[in-house]
């Protein structure tokens, strides 16, 4: 069974700065790419970053030069380091993993962990 637990959302001022971590079980980490989502209240779940397997990186525009995603295949575990955290990026954020090796098809998610930036 495939398991994505995220940690390391929390409150902080903006400017500020978090570490989300996913870690993952059930499914052999190194060999799918990786993804973080957000969903804002009464809005609609958004793409924030992803990595593929090789580790090449894509962001959405609106976290360009903020977050950072990275992965450590060693530990099973996909990071998403956020900078210069905006209230607008207030959401619940969800990591995702590819179904598949060679595309972006997101099939398992996570319970998501509560990021709130207060301004």
């Known amino acids: 069974q495939v398991q994505l637990v995220e940690s390391g959302g929390g409150l902080v001022q903006a400017g500020g700065s978090l570490r989300l971590s996913c870690a993952v079980t059930?499914?052999?980490?190194?060999?799918?790419?990786m993804g973080w989502f957000r969903q804002a209240p009464g809005k609609e779940r958004e793409f924030v970053a992803r990595i593929s397997r090789s580790s090449v990186v894509s962001y959405a525009d609106s976290v360009k030069g903020r977050f950072t995603i990275s992965r450590d295949n060693a530990k099973s575990t996909l990071y998403l380091q956020m900078n210069s955290l905006k209230p607008e990026d207030t959401a619940v954020y969800v990591c995702?993993?590819?179904?598949?090796?060679?595309?972006?098809?997101?099939?398992?998610w996570g319970q998501g962990t509560q990021v709130t930036v207060s301004s």
């Open positions: 059930g499914r052999t980490f190194s060999d799918y790419p």
């Open positions: 995702a993993q590819s179904k598949s090796s060679i595309t972006y098809s997101w099939k398992y």
